[in-house]
């Protein structure tokens, strides 16, 4: 027999087929609401029961008491406020006793919701009682203050149906599905495995000890919903995951895939994180070293204890009815070629251990991962999709006043990569980009920024498919240009070049006669005359043309790319 699931049962919200047509149908009649992202993991969640004893989105009074006391009106433990966020235009249209269709991004009808509550959260004493800060630092503390609407609705809901997936299907189960795998395969102690990481030797020691310390098996349990922004995307992680899964014994483990959204809350998303694998069937969790932690903040102090979460899921253990396997760091100990928990390891023994951003150092530079650290198939997943720099698409991205040799370093940068790569390369050029990507737009500060932004966008891409991008606009604006250094580096690499030519050469020069119209006030608000240009606070290249020659200013962009890794000789 399996572990009861939170609250004595599993409440699988999808109603019953025979009703499933009128609920559609009365649907039609109904004001609509189409759930965020993260919204579609909670209400997945709540359908399939993984957050039994939940029967829909709090409502105010369970609201209140989650934040405070960690428990629901019925007095039963529940640490995380499971809440439906609309903006006020939307909550004003809604009463309780009314009834809202919710509806995923395609208009597909997830489920019906009976409105109980609408009402204005104290979104400050959430972030404070639930997350111990009000820092935005903090993602979900960020998320609940920047994205999450100021309005909550609270409700039972009706189920229609699951939001659907197509991807890795066969590893997607709702906790009854795994419950009945279970059952089928004689599995009674099942510890499961929480990660939002690709999994190495040190998780494959850690999960192998604790199905031995429980004397049972073992769920791999990684989240796919939302997990830390930066994180390595899932399709990779669960390639990885599928890896890894043939090194152990043969019927220990079992992978499945939960599609949570994860708050990074620390000590009270450990309890969740209980409660929903309790659900799922599993009678214990491994809870290691800072559990759901969002990390530090910019001044380097950790949001919580490395043990917190550990402490309060083992406050409340009696309580949850699943039991914590508590794990501390696993170190290899090289000289024995095994890995330990930290506190085992003896006095004056060597340990190794390679951190994540080490990790990525050497993903991005092509270098050695050494096989005590992760299996050969695991690293050659994450290659896959981390290839080293050279392998990686990369935008060059030039600024400067009109008149500045933009144009003409870009140009000469182009032709010179084509010579030496063999490798696609775009042209954004100022005129190219007005002629087919911006037609219609002027030199208002809205117009420069959207002309900016949407060049920003378009180099993403082609960085995105492993291509290189020169764009070369004057970008007079800071916020512009950090946008799309923001955007664009999450791809692959971005290097600024700031051509900075003072404004009297470039009004000497007047290649194109429009300073002297400008002066002459026949073109208004040209930049560096009457529009601002604001220069580049942290440019990766600065080209002085009165100094250098184009020659010289390519020259130097392409060391800096051989140097960086962005380019490799052949
Ligand atoms: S921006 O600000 O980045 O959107 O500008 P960009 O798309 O690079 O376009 C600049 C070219 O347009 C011509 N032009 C003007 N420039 C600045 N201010 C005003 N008001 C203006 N009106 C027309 C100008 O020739 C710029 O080309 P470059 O190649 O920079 O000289």
């Known amino acids: 027999t399996l572990i009861e699931p939170h609250g004595g049962t599993l409440c699988e919200l999808i109603v019953p087929e025979a009703e499933r047509e009128a609920l559609r149908e009365k649907a039609l009649t109904l004001p609509s609401i189409t759930l965020t992202p993260r ?213 220990r483990a079992m992978l499945s895939l939960l599609p949570l959204a994860m708050r990074m809350g620390g000590p009270r998303e450990a309890v969740w994180h209980a409660i929903i694998r309790k659900n799922y069937g599993c009678t214990h969790l491994i809870i290691g070293r800072d559990h759901a932690g969002p990390g530090k903040d910019s001044s380097g102090r950790p949001f919580y204890g490395p043990y917190d979460a550990q402490e309060l899921v083992q406050k409340y253990q009696d309580e949850l009815g699943i039991g914590v396997v508590p794990f501390k760091l696993m170190v290899y100990v090289p000289d024995q070629d095994t890995y330990k928990p930290i506190d085992e390891v003896k006095e004056g023994e060597r340990t190794l251990s390679i951190s994540g951003t080490e990790l990525r150092r050497r993903l991005a530079e092509g270098e050695e991962i050494p096989e005590w650290f992760s299996y050969p198939e695991v690293v050659a997943e994450l290659r896959r999709t981390h290839p080293p720099r050279h392998q990686q698409g990369f935008t060059v991205f030039f600024t400067g006043l009109s008149g500045s040799g933009k144009s003409t370093i870009a140009n000469a940068l182009m032709t010179r990569l084509l010579e030496l790569t063999g490798r696609p390369v775009t042209l954004l050029d100022g005129d190219v980009v007005r002629t087919h990507l911006s037609k219609g737009l002027g030199f208002s500060k809205e117009d420069r920024s959207i002309n900016v932004r949407r060049i920003g966008y378009v180099a993403s891409e082609i960085t995105k498919h492993r291509g290189i991008a020169i764009c070369a606009p004057i970008a007079p604006y800071e916020a512009d240009r950090q946008y799309n250094r923001q955007l664009i580096s999450s791809f692959g690499g971005y290097i600024e070049v700031f051509v900075d030519t003072p404004l009297e050469v470039c009004e000497q020069r007047d290649v194109k006669g429009l300073y002297a119209k400008a002066r002459a006030g026949l073109i208004k608000g040209f930049t560096g005359i009457d529009d601002p240009y604001e220069p580049p606070s942290n440019p990766e290249i600065v080209c002085r043309t009165t100094e250098e020659t184009v020659e010289q200013c390519v020259e130097k962009i392409l060391d800096y790319l051989y140097r960086e890794g962005y380019l490799k000789k052949e």
Request: proline share 6%; with cysteine; aromatic share 8%.
């Open 39 to 251: 919204q579609l993991c909670d209400i997945e969640l709540l359908l399939n029961g993984g957050f039994s004893p939940l029967r829909g989105f709090l409502n105010r009074a369970d609201y209140d008491r989650v934040v405070e006391e960690m428990r629901l009106q019925s007095g039963i433990l529940w640490p995380m406020p499971i809440t439906l966020d609309v903006s006020e235009a939307v909550a004003r249209t809604l009463n309780p006793g009314d009834e809202v269709a919710l509806r995923d991004p395609t208009g597909l009808l997830l489920a019906v919701m009976h409105v109980e509550d609408v009402w204005k959260p104290d979104k400050e004493r959430e972030a404070r009682l639930v997350f111990g800060t009000t820092s935005t630092e903090h993602p979900a503390v960020a998320y609940l203050m920047h994205e999450a609407g100021d309005y909550y609705v609270g409700g039972t809901l009706k189920g229609v149906q699951l939001p659907v997936h197509y991807d890795f299907k066969e590893l997607r189960h709702t906790p009854a599905h795994l419950r009945a795998e279970f059952e089928r395969r004689g599995w009674e102690r099942i510890v499961a495995f929480q990660t939002r990481n690709p999994m190495h030797r040190a998780h494959k020691e850690l999960t192998d000890r604790a199905a031995e310390e429980v004397g049972g098996h073992l769920l791999i349990h990684p989240v796919v919903g939302m997990t830390k922004p930066g994180d390595i995307d899932y399709y990779t992680r669960v390639r990885c995951y599928r890896k890894l899964l043939k090194y152990y014994p043969e019927g």
